[in-house]
């Protein structure tokens, strides 16, 4: 293997960094602030385009912005958090039902 071949290597190894959400809160509190997005993002080596996207996640999706394991809460995640809630809603539902068929029955 070429020299060349060592170093592509070695960098295809490398993991992603991933960033937890207070971090996250934190970068663009301080562009808030009124650091520039440029002067943050040298400051924590992260690019300029990444604190943007952070932001633009931010105001789409407010308090449930970076929601776990680095990824954005999306729309279908939430249909799928309501689709298990009314899952769930359903099954007490009958459980009520069939518990006020039985006490009905008793009385």
């Known amino acids: ?12 190894a490398v993991k992603r960094r ?9 970068v663009i509190r301080e562009v808030e602030a009124g650091k520039t997005q440029a002067q943050v993002a040298r400051e924590y080596q ?3 385009n990444t604190i943007s996207k952070w932001r633009r996640e931010l105001r789409k999706y407010k308090e449930r912005a970076f929601a776990g394991r680095g990824h954005a809460y999306t ?3 939430r249909v799928n958090e309501l689709e298990r809630m009314v899952g769930r809603l359903t099954m007490e539902n009958d459980f009520l039902k069939k518990l006020l068929q039985k ?5």
């Open 75 to 77: 729309d279908e995640a």
């Open 1 to 12: 293997m070429t020299k060349k071949g060592a170093v592509a290597a070695k960098t295809a």
């Open 46 to 48: 992260i690019s300029d």
């Open 18 to 26: 991933t960033f937890r959400r207070e971090f996250k809160l934190q």
């Open 103 to 107: 006490l009905e029955a008793e009385s």
